[in-house]
T-cell receptor, first 111, second 113 residues
Framework: SQQGEEDPQALSIQEGENATMNCSYK?????LQWYRQNSGRGLVHLIL?????REKHSGRLRVTLDTSKKSSSLLITASRAADTASYFC???????????FGSGTQLTVLP | DAGITQSPRHKVTETGTPVTLRCHQT?????MYWYRQDPGHGLRLIHY???????DKGEVSDGYSVSRSKTEDFLLTLESATSSQTSVYFC????????????FGQGTRLTVV
């Protein structure tokens, strides 16, 4: 069973707009991670936020974590066509002892 | 890119035949993982390894076995391939178990006919 579930499943926006993706999970975690997957490629790590952190930034990425609601959000600001990809949240380790991935959000950024 | 190589990248095999996928790393990371990716299911863990000859089952281990005889190599074997094992398989590595970032290979697309 999947620990993290992303919402929405698909998102389409115009270049320059912000994109927000959400992740909900069920059990306690030590950290939550976000990954990007371009079509036909492997996953690439974007950012890791630990359970004692509430917000983290990396370039145009902003991640928030609310452990009381068991949810996280990934915000991509000023999106570009090159941001078109699938985005996955992964929780770890918690009781599962390893990273557990959600089913992903497919982001399409239109030029 | 992290030094992870999966082979083969593509394979078509017949039902009932054994298949072995190879993952090779040059990062000397302790942990190695095999995931499968299917539409609507995201990535699901098949098996993982926490050291040479030390492996454990993941969420979807039935029909799969693994071996790790060297730090750098992690093999995934489908003993008798079935159509339900048609999928994209990813190898990943990490320094710590689930507590640091994982690095992924490029994937192996396996089709069982």
């Amino acid at each position: 069973s999947q620990q993290g579930e992303e919402d929405p499943q698909a998102l389409s926006i115009q270049e320059g707009e912000n994109a927000t993706m959400n992740c909900s999970y069920k059990t306690s975690i030590n950290n939550l991670q976000w990954y990007r997957q371009n079509s036909g490629r492997g996953l690439v790590h974007l950012i890791l936020i630990r359970s004692n952190e509430r917000e983290k930034h990396s370039g145009r990425l902003r991640v928030t974590l609310d452990t009381s609601k068991k949810s996280s959000s990934l915000l991509i600001t000023a999106s570009r066509a090159a941001d078109t990809a699938s985005y996955f949240c992964a929780t770890g380790p918690g009781s599962a002892r390893q990273l557990t991935f959600g089913s992903g959000t497919q982001l399409t950024v239109l030029p | 890119d992290a030094g992870i190589t999966q082979s083969p990248r593509h394979k078509v095999t017949e039902t009932g035949t054994p298949v072995t996928l190879r993952c090779h790393q040059t990062e000397n990371h302790r942990y190695m993982y095999w995931y499968r990716q299917d539409p609507g299911h995201g990535l699901r863990l098949i098996h993982y390894s926490y050291g040479v000859k030390d492996t454990d089952k993941g969420e979807v281990s039935d029909g799969y076995s693994v071996s790790r005889s060297k730090t750098e190599d992690f093999l995934l074997t489908l003993e008798s391939a079935t159509s339900s094992q048609t999928s994209v398989y990813f190898c990943a590595i990490s320094e710590q178990q689930g507590d640091t970032e994982a690095f992924f290979g490029q994937g192996t697309r396996l089709t069982v006919v």
